[in-house]
C-alpha cells in the first residue's frame, strides 16, 4: 500500500506541477536577455567579430529584424562605440517563419529561445591597446499567443580589448632549414 | 494506531488540491481585480483626436453601447479582431453599437490611417495619448477592450485576443442590456 500511496502522491504531484505552469496568457511580462559577453580581443586595424546572445523568455516571441509585414517592429541593435572603434556590420540571424493561433495562415519572422547577434568591430590604428567600453541597445517588439506589448529597449553593454597587432615573424634566409640545400 | 490508506489519499488529494487552486488564485489576483475595478464603474470621458481630425469624446457616444478598442499597427493579434469588429458595427449599429479604436501607436498618423483603410475599418480610429492609457489601467499589452454600456458604465474588460463568439457574446450583452433597461 505505502507503493500505491507513493504513486499516488507523485501522479498528484505532477497534476499541480501542470497546473500551475498553465498560465493565463498576457499575465506575465516579457523579457530579453543579454548574456553576459566574454571580453572579446580585437586587433587594432582589423575588423573582428564581436558574439552578442540574448534569450526570450519562454511563452514570447520578438519579431526578427526584418519582419514579414511592414508595420511590424523590427528588432535592432544600436551601438554607441567608444572613440576611433568602428562599428561595422550587425549580423542578425534569419527569422524562424512560424504561424501563430491567432494567424495560422500568416508565416511572422520572429526570434524565440536564444539568438545571437554578431557585430563587427575594428579599432582604427591609432586606438591604444586597451580595454573599451560599449554601450547601446536592443530594441524590441513581444508579444505572446494572444496580446503584443509596446516596444522596449533592452540596455547592452559589452567590453573589447584591443591588442596590437602581432608583429610579423622576422625573415632571415640564413637561418631557414631549406637555405642550405 | 492503524491508518487507514484510502482517508491517507484522500487526504493527500484534497490538501494538493487546496495547494493548487490557492497558488492559482494568488498568482491571478492582481489581474483579476484589476478587470473587476473598473467593472460597473464610468468608463474614464476623453478627448481625441479622430484620423480625420475631429476631436472625439468618449462621452459623445452616451446613449450607445460602445466596444473601444485599444490597439496598434504592430499588434498582430488586434489585426485579427479588426474584420470582426467591421462585421460587428455593420451588424449591430442599427441596434445602437458604437464601435470606437483607438491607437496607441508611435506611428505617424498616416501610417496609421493607411493600416485602418486597409483592413476596410468602418468605426472612428482616434489617436492614443498615454495618459489615457492610464486612465484607462496603464495598458500593459494590446488589444484591450472595453465593453461600455449605454450609461458610459464598463460593463466588461477584455485583455488580449478572444474568440470571434466571444466577443460577439460581449457585444450583444451591452447591446441588450441597455436596450431592456430603457424600454
Not at chain 1, 497546473?19 to 572579446?40: C, E
Not at chain 1, 534569450?55 to 526584418?66: E, K, L, Y
Request: with cysteine; charged share 20%.
Amino acid at each position: 500500500m505505502p507503493t500505491y500511496f507513493t504513486r499516488t502522491t507523485v501522479v498528484l504531484a505532477l497534476l499541480c506541477s501542470e497546473l500551475l505552469a498553465q498560465d493565463s496568457p498576457g499575465k506575465k511580462a516579457p523579457s530579453v536577455t543579454m548574456a553576459p559577453a566574454a571580453v572579446a580581443t580585437v586587433v587594432r586595424g582589423k575588423a573582428t567579430a564581436v558574439e552578442l546572445q540574448f534569450r526570450v523568455a519562454s511563452g514570447f516571441h520578438i519579431n526578427s529584424n526584418t519582419p514579414s509585414e511592414e508595420y511590424l517592429i523590427p528588432t535592432d541593435l544600436k551601438l554607441d562605440p567608444p572613440t576611433d572603434i568602428v562599428v561595422g556590420k550587425i549580423t542578425y540571424p534569419p527569422g524562424e517563419q512560424v504561424s501563430f493561433a491567432f494567424a495560422p495562415d500568416e508565416k511572422l519572422s520572429v526570434y524565440s529561445g536564444d539568438f545571437t547577434l554578431s557585430v563587427s568591430v575594428r579599432p582604427l590604428a591609432s586606438v591604444l591597446p586597451s580595454k573599451y567600453e560599449f554601450r547601446g541597445t536592443l530594441k524590441y517588439q513581444a508579444c505572446d499567443n494572444t496580446a503584443c506589448y509596446p516596444p522596449k529597449r533592452l540596455p547592452i553593454e559589452f567590453e573589447v580589448k584591443v591588442v596590437k597587432s602581432p608583429k610579423p615573424p622576422a625573415k632571415n634566409p640564413a637561418q631557414s632549414p631549406h637555405a642550405h640545400n | 494506531m492503524k491508518r487507514d490508506p484510502v482517508v491517507i489519499i484522500i487526504v493527500a488529494m484534497v490538501v494538493s488540491l487546496m495547494l493548487v487552486l490557492g497558488i492559482n488564485l494568488s498568482r491571478h489576483a492582481p489581474a483579476e481585480k484589476a478587470g473587476s475595478q473598473s467593472q460597473g464603474r464610468p468608463a474614464p470621458d476623453f478627448a481625441l483626436q479622430s484620423l480625420d481630425g475631429k476631436t472625439v469624446h468618449l462621452s459623445d457616444f452616451r446613449g450607445k453601447a460602445v466596444l473601444l478598442n485599444f490597439w496598434a499597427t504592430w499588434c498582430e493579434p488586434c489585426k485579427i479582431e479588426m474584420p470582426w469588429f467591421v462585421e460587428f458595427q455593420k451588424q449591430y449599429a442599427p441596434e445602437g453599437l458604437q464601435i470606437v479604436g483607438v491607437a496607441m501607436d508611435d506611428s505617424a498618423e498616416k501610417d496609421i490611417a493607411d493600416f485602418a483603410t486597409k483592413m476596410g475599418v468602418n468605426y472612428p480610429v482616434l489617436i492614443g495619448k498615454e495618459e489615457v492609457g492610464t486612465a484607462y489601467g496603464g495598458l500593459p499589452f494590446l488589444p484591450t477592450t472595453f465593453y461600455i454600456d449605454r450609461d458610459g458604465k464598463v460593463v466588461d474588460k477584455v485583455f488580449g485576443l478572444k474568440g470571434r463568439g466571444e466577443i460577439e457574446d460581449l457585444v450583444k450583452k451591452i447591446v441588450n442590456e441597455g436596450r431592456v433597461a430603457r424600454k
